[in-house]
T-cell receptor, first 109, second 119 residues
Framework: DAKTTQPTSMDCAEGRAANLPCNHSTISGNEYVYWYRQIHSQGPQYIIHGLKNNETNEMASLIITEDRKSSTLILPHATLRDTAVYYCSHQGGSEKLVFGKGMKLTVNP | EAGVAQSPRYKIIEKRQSVAFWCNPISGHATLYWYQQILGQGPKLLIQFQNNGVVDDSQLPKDRFSAERLKGVDSTLKIQPAKLEDSAVYLC?????????????????FGPGTRLTVL
């Protein structure tokens, strides 16, 4: 019962920006958008979250549309180590985080 | 700070046997989660603890799965008896909810997982 829609996969050239889209049309007003990624054979890793303003941290930037029904995760200078499955989700408070199948990003040299 | 610890990292058992997984969350994290991740899918929440109380176990197959978090710190997840379809990676995560009531968020920290193979 994933609440988000992401492309199955995406390729990106090393050093270029990777823009990862996500649709979350059922998001409610008090729910945050979350992005996680999972590198092969590891547990998921938190990347960033946001409510309605754009956010940036040392890993990535998050752009949320004004209606909050979609967002884009931006990796400004993708490296080979960014190859992973990326998950977006939305959650409020103590509600459970629901992961879909995610999107496989492959960064090519 | 130390991350979420899980053991064992790998386990192979035959169907109908029992198995237990252990998780030690990040110190100070009141919330602990167990997820099941089947190959090719995203993690699915099995159970969520807040301190030593269960918050959500709606997707835990209670006829064969059980979990406990004594003293609100470490947790164990048990499967008895195991079925072939239980082959998966079992992930433990912990978090500390931040923000004010009505607009709170939490960042989950995951352990490396235990890969279970049921033959």
């Amino acid at each position: 019962d994933a609440k988000t829609t992401q492309p199955t996969s995406m390729d990106c050239a090393e050093g270029r920006a990777a823009n990862l889209p996500c649709n979350h049309s059922t998001i409610s007003g008090n729910e945050y958008v979350y992005w996680y990624r999972q590198i092969h054979s590891q547990g998921p890793q938190y990347i960033i979250h946001g409510l309605k303003n754009n956010e940036t941290n040392e890993m990535a930037s998050l752009i949320i549309t004004e209606d909050r029904k979609s967002s884009t995760l931006i990796l400004p200078h993708a490296t080979l180590r960014d190859t992973a499955v990326y998950y977006c989700s939305h959650q409020g408070g103590s509600e459970k985080l629901v992961f879909g199948k995610g999107m496989k990003l492959t960064v090519n040299p | 700070e130390a991350g979420v610890a899980q053991s064992p990292r790998y386990k192979i058992i035959e169907k109908r046997q029992s198995v237990a997984f252990w998780c030690n969350p990040i110190s100070g994290h009141a919330t602990l989660y167990w997820y099941q991740q089947i190959l090719g899918q995203g993690p699915k929440l099995l159970i969520q603890f807040q301190n030593n109380g269960v918050v959500d176990d709606s997707q835990l197959p209670k006829d064969r799965f059980s979990a406990e978090r004594l003293k609100g710190v470490d947790s164990t997840l048990k499967i008895q008896p195991a079925k072939l379809e239980d082959s998966a990676v079992y992930l433990c995560a912990s978090s500390r909810i931040k923000g004010t009531s009505g607009l709170s968020y939490n960042e989950q920290f995951f352990g490396p997982g235990t890969r279970l193979t049921v033959l």
